[in-house]
């Protein structure tokens, strides 16, 4: 069976995406399909796959998956890549509609220019700031700078669910952090039910910062939307930064407003093609 595919990027954090419209793959082969095309070697590449599937409650369904073949519930690159594909590829004329993913419902804005989607403006929603619904194991109503063990040291953590779980940890200077060692211990930390997503974050000023980001089922990637956005959450609740900062990582850069009106964070970013290709799978 030939599967037609398209690899997109947003600032470097790269997925393979499929047309569900067109390709439908069986639901119990979805996990060894995309663990088999993620590879960077024997594969495809990437940090995943994401299939765009009709929808019921939205105008379309991106179904996503990390690079081990597991479920997780958003990806803010994805989003934008996944927005850009159904309107550059004609299955939409219209530069707002709504795109759901685990079950959330999300709104995106696109900036197109002769055509084709230059950027997207994605209603994130709000965070999630109750430890039982992140999750994580916590004490208060809120695990905001809060103190966790790693390997024989203490951090401090400020936990965010952006639909996924964060932890965002502050460091002096994430240029120099072997992030491939305590990544995984982090990632895995008995605190977190359903693992976790950790963002290291280091301030520059109250309007720009610099993030490295260990992502749950794939490792550290060269971005991560939803990371980014709980990294503007965290920086707010810490009293670090404003509520608009531009979030440097090491695929490019986010712009992320947390609006104190709504309560909503926003998210622009761009979305780019790679190529397309088709691939066998028996």
């Known amino acids: 069976m030939k599967i037609p595919f398209t690899k997109m990027h947003g600032c470097g954090n790269d997925y393979i995406y499929v047309n569900g419209f067109t390709t439908p793959i069986p639901a119990e082969e979805k996990a060894a399909f995309v663990r088999t095309m993620s590879d960077r070697h024997f594969g495809i590449g990437g940090d995943g796959v994401i299939f765009i599937n009709p929808a019921a409650q939205a105008d379309f369904e991106m179904e996503m998956y990390n690079a081990d073949g597991s479920r997780s519930e958003m990806c803010g690159n994805g989003i934008r890549c996944v927005a850009k594909y159904v ?3 004609g299955m939409t004329d219209r530069e707002r509609f709504s795109i759901v993913s685990g ?22 929603g709000e965070p ?20 966790i063990l790693v390997l024989g040291t203490q951090y401090r953590m400020t936990c965010v669910s952006m639909g996924n779980p964060h932890a965002v940890v502050f460091w002096d200077d994430v240029d120099r952090l072997e992030i491939e060692k305590i990544g995984p211990h982090f990632e895995t930390h ?11 974050v280091q301030l520059l000023d109250d309007t720009h910062v610099k993030m490295r980001v260990w992502e749950r089922g794939t490792g550290e990637t060269l971005a991560c939307g939803t990371g980014c956005s709980a990294t503007a959450v965290a920086c707010v609740l810490n009293g670090l930064t404003k509520r608009r900062i531009t979030v440097q990582v090491l695929g490019g850069a986010l712009d ?7 309560g909503h964070v926003f998210m622009t970013g761009p979305a780019a093609f790679v190529f397309d290709g088709e691939v066998e799978w028996n």
């Open 87 to 89: 309107h550059d590829r």
């Open 103 to 124: 079950g959330q419902v999300k709104v995106v804005e696109l900036t197109v220019e002769n055509g084709e989607t230059k950027a997207v403006r994605v209603d994130m």
């Open 128 to 147: 999630c700031l109750v430890p039982e619904q992140i999750p994580v194991k916590a004490d208060g109503p809120r695990a905001v700078d809060e103190p």
């Open 190 to 200: 008995p605190r977190f039910p359903r693992r976790t997503n950790v963002e290291f």
């Open 256 to 262: 992320i407003e947390w609006d104190e009106k709504t």
